[in-house]
Nanobody, 115 residues
Framework: QVQLVESGGGLVQPGGSLRLSCVTSGSIFSTYTMGWYRQFPGKQRELVARITSGDTTYAASVKGRFTISRDNAKNTMFLQMDSLKPEDTAVYYC??????????WGQGTQVTVSS
């Protein structure tokens, strides 16, 4: 069983920045495809950004403002969010996908962008 714990959410003003972290249990973190998803009230969860061993993918709405990264030595993934907008307000979830196609999720962290 893989456990994921997110941190770093909170309240920030428009134009501000936040950095989310996701610490993952397990000894083969480097093999996981990791991603950040977000969910708006009443909507389905959507992909924000994904990172493999060498590639990154971003949703069009966050490209150029958000940066996903990972530190395999610390089993940790990050999401640096800059130039935040009110429409970025959502619950953000960490996701890990194993080479066997099994998906794991964190508990979510609230990000609120408001003045």
């Amino acid at each position: 069983q893989v456990q994921l714990v997110e941190s770093g959410g909170g309240l920030v003003q428009p134009g501000g920045s936040l950095r989310l972290s996701c610490v993952t249990s397990g000894s083969i973190f480097s093999t996981y495809t990791m991603g950040w998803y977000r969910q708006f009230p009443g909507k389905q969860r959507e992909l924000v950004a994904r990172i493999t061993s060498g590639d990154t993918t971003y949703a069009a709405s966050v490209k150029g403002r958000f940066t996903i990264s990972r530190d395999n030595a610390k089993n940790t993934m990050f999401l640096q969010m800059d130039s935040l907008k009110p429409e970025d307000t959502a619950v953000y979830y960490c996701n890990a996908g194993t080479i066997f196609g099994i998906q794991y999720w964190g508990q979510g962290t609230q990000v609120t962008v408001s003045s």
